[in-house]
């Protein structure tokens, strides 16, 4: 069955570096997310991607967020200089679109900025 | 409450027994999902209930949703010690802006001991 991947698994960093957290969606797949989860805390969304662009994004997704989908099979979602709060559990999910809604999780990449 | 909140917080049972869990939000909506989630683990996708649905099955799982009272609840039967998990629903939100964000709840945590 295919599945959402994210790679890293796991990713330490230091404050201020720069992190890239890379997912290849659903081969079929039209729309694209990134959710995070603080440790005990519920799922938040970051933001939406169709079409080549945002489609959508939430206050948290601030200057220092991006995403790219710099081919055809990958979905990458950029921290420019990561604080300590942004150490959370980060999933990439897809769907791909018309009557389907269901939008499939990735395993997430767990993110430890020191 | 917020959006997709679940209660109870935490339900502990015994094996064979029957689990149920409760969601409620507070804006329209085009869909409701339910997702698991071990732990430290990636989210799995239950089910899916559209807003003109009223009840949903699929294999011990079943589903219910009144949109009158913005409410949905998930039933667990016959329940086993590998349903121990993180349970979450995610509504997402009608309205023609929507490309699919997903609202989590703070999710029920079920403990099935053998």
């Known amino acids: 069955e295919p599945e959402v991947t994210q790679t890293p698994s796991h990713q330490v960093t230091q404050m201020g570096q720069e992190v890239i957290l890379r997912c290849v969606p659903i081969s079929n797949h039209l729309y694209f997310y990134w959710y995070r989860q603080i440790l005990g805390q519920k799922v938040e969304f970051l933001v939406s991607f169709y079409n080549n662009e945002i489609s959508e994004k939430s206050e948290i997704f601030d200057d220092q967020f991006s995403v790219e989908r710099p081919d055809g099979s990958n979905f990458t979602l950029k921290i420019r200089s990561t604080k300590l709060e942004d150490s959370a559990m980060y999933f990439c999910?897809?769907?791909?679109?018309?009557?389907?809604?269901?939008?499939?999780f990735g395993p997430g990449t767990r993110l430890l900025v020191l | 409450s917020q959006q997709g909140e679940e209660d109870p917080q935490a339900l502990s049972i015994q094996e064979g027994e029957n689990a149920t869990m409760n969601c409620s939000y507070k804006?329209?909506?085009?869909?409701l999902q339910w997702y698991r989630q071990n732990s430290g683990r990636g989210l799995v996708h239950l089910i899916l209930?559209?807003?003109?649905?009223r009840e949903k099955h699929s294999g011990r799982l079943r589903v219910t949703l009144d949109t009158s009272k913005k409410s949905s609840s998930l039933l667990i039967t016959a329940s086993r010690a590998a349903d121990t998990a993180s349970y979450f629903c995610?509504?997402?939100?009608?309205?023609?802006?929507?490309?699919?964000?997903?609202?989590f709840g703070q999710g029920t945590i079920l403990t099935v001991h053998p």
């Open positions: 995610a509504t997402d939100p009608a309205g023609g802006t929507s490309y699919g964000k997903l609202t």
């Open positions: 804006t329209s909506i085009n869909n």
């Open positions: 999910a897809s769907r791909w679109s018309g009557s389907s809604e269901t939008q499939y």
């Open positions: 209930i559209r807003s003109n649905e």
